[in-house]
């Protein structure tokens, strides 16, 4: 369960690292962009996200390791949502539930 726990706090720690090279690439000068916190916070966090995820590699299998990875996409929905003002459409949601579905059939196999 422990395992399970810090993958969870992998996936999050990796959506909140694509939220900052989102707000990194608002920029169109490669100078700015070498100068924009947000691409050194989105870099740290995917190196941290790679550290967590070799370390449960380690306790877990990497069938069941990878495709819960995707729990990924979901906090990135939410994290479109409230902080970038994106919309939500059946076809995002159907997809989330997808993801949710596939990820209890890994857990349960």
């Known amino acids: 369960?422990?395992?399970?726990?810090?993958?969870?706090?992998?996936?999050?720690?990796?959506?909140?690292?694509?939220?900052?090279?989102?707000?990194?690439?608002?920029?169109?000068?490669?100078?700015?962009?070498?100068?924009?916190?947000?691409?050194?916070?989105?870099?740290?966090?995917?190196?941290?996200?790679?550290?967590?995820?070799?370390?449960?590699?380690?306790?877990?299998d990497y069938s069941v390791v990878l495709p819960l990875t995707s729990i990924t996409y979901i906090w990135t929905f939410f994290m479109s949502y409230f902080f970038l003002n994106e919309h939500i459409t059946r076809n995002k949601i159907m997809g989330i539930v997808c993801i949710v579905l596939g990820g209890v059939f890994i857990t349960l196999g």
């Open 1 to 60: 369960m422990r395992y399970y726990l810090i993958l969870l706090v992998m996936t999050i720690i990796g959506a909140y690292a694509s939220f900052f090279l989102k707000k990194a690439s608002s920029t169109d000068r490669i100078q700015i962009l070498l100068l924009t916190p947000s691409l050194y916070a989105g870099g740290f966090l995917y190196l941290l996200s790679a550290l967590l995820n070799i370390f449960i590699l380690r306790y877990m």
